[in-house]
């Protein structure tokens, strides 16, 4: 299954940098708040190191799970 999650590649961009990238699902994460603020995908820049986090909305969502990266799902302590 590991296989299969990893054939999956997103094109990603360092705002740092300005490089421009494919990464496997492997190197994605997701977290899924209870708003549109709290809903983010993260990885780290494979050409300065930068720690990188962007909105996801829902149809980045979608092509993420569906890609396999690793899911984070935030509950809010209200």
Do not use: N
């Not at 496997?24 to 709290?38: F, K, N, Q, V, Y």
């Not at 494979?46 to 509950?75: Q, Y």
């Amino acid at each position: 299954m590991t296989d299969a999650m990893d054939a999956a590649v997103f094109k990603a961009a360092c705002p740092d940098c300005r490089g421009c990238f494919e990464l496997t699902a492997g190197a994605l994460r997701l977290a899924i708040g209870a708003s549109r603020r709290t809903t983010f995908y993260s990885f780290t820049c494979p050409d300065c190191g930068a720690a990188v986090r962007k909105p996801a909305g829902e149809r980045i969502v979608e092509l993420l799970t569906g890609g396999g990266v690793r899911t984070l799902r935030l509950h809010s302590t209200a």
